[in-house]
């Protein structure tokens, strides 16, 4: 499955995005998505996923209460609805597709399929 991820962008702190996840492949709606982000020089970290029925989400504690994932299947998206963002999560933010339902949606190790990530900046 092919992903694109798009939406980021500059905004103030406290400002919000919605970033998108698209597909064009007719399989998307089986795989479970989940968000990513990286920093320069930091390692790849969690931020959001979500079952591939859109019947349960995950999120990082650091996140919760201020982002809500969500998905269309219908319209092979999945969406990233980004509130009272802090100039510390300014990264590349990437989705990714994992094939099994049953394994971590915490740990990018899980997911086979990454879109080329979109850059968020936070300006303080």
Known sequence: VQLQASGGGLVQAGGSL???CASSGRSFSNYPIGWFRQAPGQEREFVAAITWSGGSTYY???VKGRFTISRDNAKNTVYLQMNSLKPEETA???CAA???SYTTYFRPEAYDFWGQGTQVTVSS
């Open 60 to 62: 990082a504690d650091s």
């Open 92 to 94: 590349l933010y990437y």
């Open 18 to 20: 919605r970033l998108s």
């Open 98 to 100: 994992k094939p099994h």
